[in-house]
């Protein structure tokens, strides 16, 4: 096995190299991301391995702050069958051999998988060449890779069940973190794609929120912006309408309540910063992951979770109106603590010490 720091041949002196890899969505590489400034507050300038196709290059290909980064040509195997299926095997296979070169030259000695189909190629170099593994996985549904991957890992992270760590959550989180007491505004979050059954439902609730002088902030997403915006001023009522906001923690901090979806990201980002939350999860999510992340936290009277089609104005304001929304904000605070990513980070840098 190697270790997680070796010798510079030139000054003697003793470095560490780590290499990241995963991606193809925003739950996945915000990990890295997290995981990568950690490092770099240490003196460790990570390596990276992710694909061109899916999000990895648009995250980063053009960060400098990664010592050298390898996109390579792979695609998902898992839903494509017959022929595509054995293509995409081919093109994996390939694409491990271009990864354990790539970690062979840059004498690669810990690796943190986040999952993803892009993690395949590195995951499985490291395992052939010996390298510690270590994986981390965002839900509480354990997605394929990382399930086939566990056994060979030295250590698996997750922020649920037993041996869990902190989620990684950006610290602005933690910094306007209260505890909520009464609600004033309320937040609807689909995502960054936006989810038409929260923004239907948002709009079935503003007349009643409008009338108690509750405030409605809305993120819609792109596609739905226009269709939304233009009903709130149908219906007369001055809302907080965005697409997008990539300083969304402002407008969650400012908020009181939540309903939103259940990605792993944004729901530790909501428990992060104790704001009571409705969890409508994304129905089609592999494995039902979406669901069973929200019921980590209504399992421990810390949220509360509805399917798209059991939504309900009554569920709503059973909530508004009866349930203790102090002593859930406080629960939220027994749930996750700050500097998961720096946690994971030290783990790595710890190999071989």
Known sequence: MGSGKSTDPQSGSTRHSVLLTGGGTGGHLAIVRAVKEELLKRGVRPFYIGSESGQDRAWFGDDETFEHHLFLPTRGVVNRRGFEKMASLLQMLKAAKRARRFMKKHRIQAVLSVGGFSAAPASFAAIFSGIPLYIHEQNAVSGRLNRLLKPFARRFFSSYGEGRIDYPVADIFFETARIRTKIESVIFLGGSQGARAINDF?????????????????????????????????????????????????????????VSRAGASTLWELAANRIPTLFVPYPYAAGDHQYHNARYLTDRNAAWVSREERLSPDLFWDIIEKEEIAAVSQRLATLIAPHGAGKIAEALLAEGR
Request: proline content about 2%; charged content about 25%; cysteine-free.
């Open 202 to 258: 948002a709009l079935k609730m503003a007349p009643r929120l409008h009338r108690r002088g509750i405030a409605i902030v809305h993120q819609t997403g792109a596609s739905d912006y226009g269709r939304i915006r233009e009903a709130y001023g149908s219906l007369g009522i001055e809302a907080d309408v965005f697409a997008f906001d990539r300083a969304l923690h402002t407008r969650i901090a400012a908020a009181d309540f939540a």
